[in-house]
Structures are given as C-alpha cells and as structure tokens.
C-alpha cells in the first residue's frame, strides 16, 4: 500500500513537472518572439528588417539558387516591356525577363511602371539555362541610407 502510494505521488510530480517546463516553454518562445514579428510592424519598418535578414545578397542568391530559383538584388539600370536589367553589389548584372504572372510587389500593390531606372529592386524566379531570370516577383526596396558624416 505504502508502496503504491509512493509510486502515485512520483507519478504525479512528474506530471507537474512536464505541464510546467511545456508552460514555461511557450511562455519563453512568445517572449523571444514578440520583439522578432513582422505583424506590429509599420511598412517602413518591415522593410528595414527584410533588408537586414537579407544580410549580404550573395547569401540569398545561393540559397534561392540551390533551391532551383534565382534571386537578383540591386539597382535597375535598364528595362522594357519585357525585361529589367539590375546590377548586382559585386558589380555585375542579372537581366530579370517579365512574364504576364510577374507580381510587382511593395508594401502595397505595384506595377511596371513602378520600376524605373535607379530603384532598388529584389527579383525572385527561375534561373533560364543563360543564367537570366523569369521574374516571378519584384520587390521594391528603398536605397540604402548614407552614414552621416560626422563632423571632429
């Protein structure tokens, strides 16, 4: 009996155990998570962050590349009706070709006319076998903020 009891009681603090490590387990994911989310964020700042997780472009181009896609991010110096031309930070270019299901995408809706020459661009697609994109989605990016010079 005494046995039994002993036996219940074990049973029952690791029970309250486990329900309390699960408790304070979320309650410690919500509160790494709250500062991190995009959702409370105004346009603006949800940019700014989007350009910090992109950290270097090479990075997001090899990572979209392994996955099948291609991704090119920098400044458009050309386009048409049917392309854009952008160059890259390490000073090459990446032609994007448009298709009718190319989004044009900012923090609200966009269009073509939205890419002119000189703006900041991320472009997403599949890589052609000539090491072209086919846009399937352009995102509209703000230029990078020059360093205030500050005066000794």
Known sequence: MKKNIIIAIA???AIVVGVGSFYGGMQYGKSKSAGGGLANLTPE???????QMAGGANTGVQ?????????????IISKDANSVTVKLSDGGSKI???????????????SLDDLIIGQNV?????????????AQSIQLRPKPATPAVTPQ
Request: aromatic share 6%.
């Open 122 to 134: 991320s472009i997403s697609g599949a890589t052609n076998q000539d090491g072209s994109l086919t």
């Open 63 to 75: 990572r979209a590349t392994r996955n099948g896609g291609g991704l090119a991010m920098g400044e």
């Open 11 to 13: 049973i029952i603090v």
């Open 45 to 51: 700042q949800r940019q700014a962050r989007f350009q």
């Open 96 to 110: 994007a070709f448009i298709a009718t299901s190319t989004q044009v995408m900012k923090f609200a809706a966009g």
